[in-house]
Structure formats: C-alpha cells, structure tokens
C-alpha cells in the first residue's frame, strides 16, 4: 500500500513539475529604481517579448534633474538551476533632455525572475552608459531594480 501511494506521489510530482514551466508573456510594464548619475535610471520600464529568448525594452526617465527615453535590445538565457530565473544581456540607445542634453549607447546586463502564481516580474540590471553628445562620458555605476506586471500571452 505504501508502495503504491509513494509511487503514485512521484509521478504525480514528476507530471506536475513537468508540465509547469514559466509562462513568458509578451508585456511587461512597471517602474524602474536606479543610481542617480545616470541618463536612464528611474523611471518607467516597459518589455515587449519577441520569442521566449529576445525582447525590447522602452525606458522613460522622469528624474528631475533629466528627462530621457531609451530602447534597448535584450537576450535571456535560463538558468537551469531555478525555473522561472534568467539572465540576460543587451543594447542600445538613449537621449535624455533638460539641463544635460545627452545623446548615448547604454549596455545592459542581470538577473530577471517571473513568479509563476502572479503575474510580477522581477529584475536587478547593471547598465552602463556612454553619452556623447556635448561631452564624451561613460557612467558604469547604474544599479537598478525593476518591477513590472506581466500580461499578454
């Protein structure tokens, strides 16, 4: 008896943690909390899945010191590890307006988690940024976390 209840309880465990993989939406969109200095660091933060390994993702900084927009271009990888983990890497372009006009590329680099019982996407980024409009500048000190809500599949 005990036998077959055990058994039972693997393949059902086995069944279960097969058949539940991380749903990829396609949206995400939330804020963004990152270091000061830089052109994009706090603001809003939307993703737009591609496939479940490619994504664009739009920042608006609403910092007082500097308004700016950006694009990047992101590529994940798994992490086989945890489900639901990723890290990820990209690039792309940003300018940001008032009081330091800037123009620049910004890579990125992190880690980004999807809960499975609620639609909440987690992630940590370091972005660097090389501005070059006015003045040539690299910032490597941005540190951000971002929060958004899943949605779309």
């Not at 059902?12 to 990152?34: C, D, I, M, N, P």
């Not at 270091?35 to 993702?57: C, M, P, V, W």
């Not at 590529?75 to 330091?100: C, D, H, M, Q, T």
């Amino acid at each position: 008896m005990h036998k077959t209840i055990s058994i039972a309880a693997i393949i059902t465990f086995l069944f279960l943690s097969l058949s539940s993989s991380a749903q990829l939406y396609k949206h995400e969109a939330g804020v963004r909390l990152g270091s000061a200095d830089q052109a994009l660091s706090t603001g809003f933060s939307y993703r737009y899945h591609i496939n479940e390994t490619k994504a664009i993702e739009g920042i608006i900084n609403l910092k007082d010191n500097a308004r700016g927009i950006g694009a990047l271009y992101e590529i994940f990888k798994p992490i086989a590890a945890v489900e639901s983990l990723r890290w990820f890497y990209g690039a792309g372009g940003y300018a940001a307006f008032e009081g330091n006009d800037v123009l620049g590329i910004t890579g990125i680099a992190g880690l980004d988690y999807t809960f499975k019982e609620a639609p909440v996407n987690l992630s940590i980024d370091w972005k660097p940024e090389l501005s070059f409009l006015k003045d040539v500048s690299f910032k490597a000190s941005t540190v951000a976390v971002s929060v958004r809500i899943a949605f779309g599949k």
